[in-house]
């Protein structure tokens, strides 16, 4: 149980309150009929990027999609449930043994980027991102709390600290009365931790495309750790040769060099393949 002050309790649920109906919106409006139906990241919603790729796919084969955007832990249990027909999700551990378990017949990384540590200040003395989650203990942080590709991530750096650590029904997290589980997408998780100025992990694309409204800085590792693949998985069904067209367009050269070129304010918000060890292109 995770107790916090009155004035923090009566910040939080404001903030809640100001983005929930938005995003409930945006849920809404996603979720129409279309010939086939793609579960996929608020990450990849969030960016931009999800609306570019899908808007010249339709143009080219003149078939509609009806996207839902949640975690990827709540697209995944679509695709087990049949309803999805494809899904694209950045949680490779859990893509893996969705693919073992039976539930998708195939898994293609497409693009990828980096998760970000973002807050009040620049973390100039940390090498890693581990030793910046241990440098900020005792400050708000927000996480999402969702099962999203986001929020395992952050689980899986927390166990890389030094911390004392819990694991209750908000997952794995510090033992303290600073860290807030808010079960939100990424847009807003944002929104809260510039309100708040707390610290949250966020992907790069997400943050690139709201960074020039938000109060907060963004702290960055070339490492393993902070890798964020996105990946498509197709699942059995019989819509499954739409699914495999919007495959084939993802991975094809016209749909690679939207994902190479899709920028905000001449930043690149995702790098196109699999990842590598190489800087991300910010130029």
């Not at 910040?11 to 409930?24: E, G, H, Q």
């Not at 899986?156 to 030094?162: A, C, L, M, V």
């Not at 650590?165 to 944002?190: A, C, K, W």
């Not at 931790?193 to 960055?220: H, I, K, R, V, Y």
Request: net charge negative; charged share 15%; aromatic share 8%.
């Amino acid at each position: 149980m995770i107790f916090l002050r009155d004035s923090m309790w009566r910040s939080i649920i404001i903030v809640l309150l100001l983005f929930s109906t938005s995003v409930s919106g945006c849920l809404q409006k996603e979720q129409g009929s279309g010939d086939f139906i793609l579960a996929t990241t608020t990450s990849m919603r969030d960016s931009g990027l999800l609306d570019e790729l899908l808007s010249t796919f339709s143009d080219e084969y003149g078939i509609f999609i009806g996207v839902v955007a949640v975690g990827t832990g709540a697209a995944l249990k679509l695709g087990e449930n049949g309803d999805a027909d494809i899904l694209i999700v950045h949680a490779p551990d859990k893509e893996i043994a969705f693919i073992e378990d039976g539930f998708g017949i195939s898994r293609t990384t497409f693009a990828w980027n980096r998760f970000v540590l973002v807050g009040p200040a620049t973390l100039h003395d940390t090498s890693n991102i581990t030793e910046a989650l241990q440098s900020i203990d005792g400050e708000c942080f927000i996480s999402r709390g969702d099962d999203s590709g986001t929020h395992i991530k952050e689980q899986e750096i927390w166990q890389s600290t030094n911390l004392p650590l819990i694991e209750d029904e908000l997952g794995i997290h510090p033992d303290s009365d600073t860290f807030f589980s808010v079960g939100q997408g990424m847009g807003t998780v944002l929104n809260m931790a510039d309100e708040l100025q707390c610290w949250a992990l966020s992907d790069m694309g997400t943050w690139l495309s709201m960074s020039s409204e938000l109060d907060l800085q963004m702290n960055t590792w070339n490492d393993s750790m902070t890798l964020n693949p996105y990946s498509i998985i197709q699942i059995k069904g019989e819509n499954s040769a739409s699914a495999e067209n919007l495959e084939q367009f993802i991975l094809s050269p016209t749909g690679q060099a939207i994902i190479a070129n899709h920028s905000i304010a001449g930043s690149h918000l995702f790098n196109p393949g699999q990842p590598n060890q190489e800087p991300f292109n910010n130029a």
